[in-house]
């Protein structure tokens, strides 16, 4: 069954810190595997898309995440965080039929 | 504006009204989607159209209705509000993979 994990509901970190928001998927096909990030009282707006044409996908804002299928994950990270970057953060596994929102993160960032 | 459009923003009603949110967008594409978010679930698919005349239900349909009769427009009601019903709902768009939301509308069943 089609379905996307992520850990940990709340990450802090401090600013300039490393960024790591996990997510774990399970599909029977090739994945399209996406990030969007909510800012409060907002829509959510894509951050990155895996698609099958690179493993490693650069997004908006310095993000990036990885694909990796033996590990079936897809974590999203950020080499130093800004405090522009709390918000809530989504991993979403998509098929032509099926679309799956994880549960969110909400990322703080200490001053 | 081109986008993406909900409306009302913010909407109080009671136990047994019919509520329906508008949603609007003006890229012409052909699927359009309803969520709800709620703390602890994340998003939820309410509904999905895959073009004008064409809906189907997603995780969480009940006591929901929706409609399409243009391509631009997608909306949703409730047909006998419910406290249960009390939730942000989204409405998005999409053509091929990437998914464009809306603002939202911050539904209050009393």
């Known amino acids: 069954a089609q379905s996307v994990t992520q850990l940990g509901s709340h990450v802090s970190v401090s600013e300039g810190a490393l960024v790591l928001l996990r997510c774990n998927y399970s599909?029977?096909?090739?994945?399209?595997l996406f990030w969007y990030v909510q800012y409060p009282n907002q829509g959510l707006q894509l951050l990155l898309k895996y698609t099958s044409a690179a493993t490693l996908v650069k997004g908006i804002n310095g993000f990036e995440a990885e694909f990796k299928k033996s590990e079936t994950s897809f974590h999203l990270t950020k080499p130093s965080a800004h405090m522009s970057d709390a918000a809530e953060y989504f991993c979403d596994n998509s098929s032509a039929s099926k679309i799956i929102f994880g549960s969110g993160t909400r990322l703080s960032i200490r001053p | 504006d081109a986008g993406i459009t909900q409306s009302p923003r913010y909407k109080i009603t009671e136990t047994g009204r019919q509520v329906t949110l508008m949603c609007h967008q003006t890229?012409?594409?052909?699927?359009m989607f309803w969520y709800r978010q709620d703390l602890g679930h994340g998003l939820r698919l309410i509904y999905y159209s895959a073009a004008a005349d064409i809906t189907d239900k997603g995780e969480v349909p009940d006591g929901y209705v929706v409609s399409r009769s243009k391509t631009e427009n997608f909306p949703l009601t409730l047909e006998s509000a419910t406290r249960s019903q009390t939730s942000v709902y989204f409405c998005?768009?999409?053509?091929?993979?990437?998914?464009?939301f809306g603002p939202g509308t911050r539904l209050t069943v009393l």
């Open positions: 890229w012409s594409h052909s699927y």
């Open positions: 599909s029977s096909v090739p994945p399209y």
């Open positions: 998005a768009s999409s053509e091929r993979d990437t998914q464009y």
